[in-house]
């Protein structure tokens, strides 16, 4: 694409325009370690920097386009705008041809559940051999390639490149988890959702939206977004939390409501959980179904509700939805079990927020026989404010409650545990800071028939110490505790 074209997507004020010569764009980018010749650099002030320092390595780099809101010097054409972050957007989408337009694309936001949900859903596509593409904590796949991602919703120019690669692969649908931290900076600008999923909502990210009202706000802007024209669009909502109800009222979509407790177009009844799985009869407006899925859990109900309703909207047969769920093997360490032939049952899982704590402990409670074990961390430069929560919760909802770490990161790991510590007496809970100590401690004082979850990490293949990752795995931590295991 010409860079004369591309300039047209943005309101500017060109300042060099003496210098300005038409070239191909070869990429648009805001970061100067993906610059390569023909490229337009955007400058983007950020928390940690300001992009505008970079504009000199951009242009060394071969960046032949400066897109700045601030006075740079340079010897290339610098088109001045009041806002490079919203320009960022409509860039990316005329970059790469307005992609989200010729998928069915689906959103999932809500503070638990959108990894989850969202798998469920490209599940049920691929199961039916479509082509799908899935971009959310784990990694963007596009059809059966996997690309390795930094954000749950990665940045708009990531995001609109990922989304064109899918296109041009012949993806049909796409299931893209949308985090409150993208909606808030425009990182889904520009991106056409058919369908809008909204899970659950209760505290987290405090550290960044500072109130659970602006964290609210943050969520409810997936809705607003979807637009204001009859165009087909669905929003399927969670009627059972208060929220999902409230946000009925910021979209003028189709609405596919979900719950147990309230009445509501996708349901579940008749509903039946053991370690094995979990089963219900599932009403969708007014057929019925009876689902087995390997899923465990209340809460994993109504991640499958969820995504019966997105997949629905977007057209899918409601047998193959009930197939694909039967077939469901879950989702890397969400309530993941280890094998064990000691009789005690570990699990990694990734509760990181005191609601997902609670629905695990909750679920835990259901089928251990005997003692349950919890070991649980807060991650440091999050929310402090759940500290003390999860720390409560995991003493009231577990016979023996170890607080260890998890991702420290810049913070003092003794003022994140006296943080947790906060919440309860001291003496109900096992403090072993070293997390592969704490797990070996839980293997080996649990006995047959005892349960052990490992809370906080999931799939995360690290520890971030000050701000290096250091290689940490819960599950193969576990596993070697298991054969270490001193009992
Ligand atoms: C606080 C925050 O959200 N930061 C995000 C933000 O980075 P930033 O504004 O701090 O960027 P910066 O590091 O100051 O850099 C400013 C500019 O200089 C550029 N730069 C920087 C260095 C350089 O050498 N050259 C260069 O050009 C950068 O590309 C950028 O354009 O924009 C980046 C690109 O979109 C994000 O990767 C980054 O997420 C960081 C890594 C992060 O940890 N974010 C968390 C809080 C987050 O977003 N989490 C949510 C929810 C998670 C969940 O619930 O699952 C998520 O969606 O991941
Ligand atoms: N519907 C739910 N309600 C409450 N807790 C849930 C729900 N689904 C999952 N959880 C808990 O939250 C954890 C994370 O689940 P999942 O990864 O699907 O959520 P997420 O919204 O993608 O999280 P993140 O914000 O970190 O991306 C699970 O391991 C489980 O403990
Ligand atoms: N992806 C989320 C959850 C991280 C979970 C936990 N392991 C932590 O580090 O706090 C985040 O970055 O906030
Ligand atoms: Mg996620």
């Not at 109130?211 to 943050?218: D, F, I, N, R, V």
């Not at 859990?297 to 057209?315: D, E, P, R």
């Not at 003692?371 to 720390?391: E, L």
Request: charged share 20%; net charge negative.
């Amino acid at each position: 694409m010409l860079a004369s074209d591309l300039i047209q997507s943005i309101k500017y004020k060109q300042l060099s325009d003496e210098h300005f010569a038409d070239f191909e764009v070869t990429t648009v980018t805001q970061d100067t370690r993906e610059v390569v010749p023909g490229a337009i650099f955007i400058a983007i002030v950020g928390s940690n920097v300001d992009g505008h320092q970079f504009v000199p390595q951009a242009v060394a780099s071969g960046a032949k386009m400066i897109i700045a809101q601030e006075p740079v010097d340079t010897t290339v054409p610098v088109f001045y705008v009041k806002d490079t972050h919203r320009a960022m957007a409509f860039l990316a989408d005329k970059f790469y041809g307005s992609p989200s337009k010729s998928m069915k694309m689906i959103g999932v936001t809500g503070t638990n559940g959108k990894t989850t949900v969202t798998h469920l859903i490209e599940e049920v596509f691929d199961n039916m051999g479509e082509g799908t593409g899935l971009i959310g904590t784990l990694y963007r796949k596009v059809n059966d390639q996997i690309f390795p991602t930094t954000n749950t919703t990665p940045d708009v120019l990531t995001n609109q490149k990922t989304l064109a690669d899918m296109r041009d692969h012949n993806v049909k649908t796409v299931s893209m988890e949308v985090s409150s931290i993208a909606l808030v900076q425009g990182r889904v600008w520009g991106i056409n959702y058919d369908i809008c999923v909204f899970t659950n909502f209760t505290e987290d990210h405090l550290a960044y939206h500072k109130t659970m009202s602006q964290y609210k706000l943050a969520k409810s802007l997936l809705f607003a977004q979807m637009g204001n024209t009859f165009d087909g669009k669905t929003a399927v909502m969670n009627i059972d939390d208060p929220v999902g109800r409230e946000f009925i009222d910021y979209t003028t979509s189709n609405i596919l409501t979900y719950g147990i407790d309230h009445q509501a177009d996708i349901s579940a009844e008749n509903i039946n959980i053991s370690i094995h799985g979990t089963e219900f009869d599932l009403h969708v407006l007014n057929e019925v179904r009876h689902v087995k899925t390997n899923l465990i859990g209340k809460f994993n109900v109504y991640n499958s509700l969820a995504a019966v309703g997105a997949a629905y909207a977007a057209g899918a047969d409601l047998d193959e939805i009930v197939d694909s769920l039967s077939k469901a093997k879950g989702v890397k360490g969400r309530f993941q079990l280890v094998p064990s032939d000691t009789g005690v049952s570990v699990i990694v899982d990734y509760a990181h927020t005191p609601d997902g704590l609670l629905n695990v402990l909750e679920t835990l409670n259901d089928f251990a026989k005997q003692d349950t074990y919890c070991i649980v961390g807060c991650g440091g430069d999050r929310d402090a404010q759940k500290r003390p929560q999860m720390a409560k919760i995991a003493v009231e909802h577990s016979t023996h409650a170890i607080l260890t770490e998890d991702n420290p990161r810049t913070e003092d790991p003794h003022k994140i545990m006296d943080d947790m510590l906060a919440g309860i007496d001291p003496d109900q809970a096992t403090v072993i800071f070293n997390r592969r100590e704490a797990i070996q401690y839980a293997v080996n004082h649990a006995k047959p028939g005892d349960a052990i979850i490992i809370a906080g990490k999931g799939h995360e293949d690290y520890q971030i110490i000050g701000h290096t990752k250091h290689h940490f795995d819960d599950y193969e931590e576990a596993e070697k505790a298991l054969n270490n295991r001193e009992n």
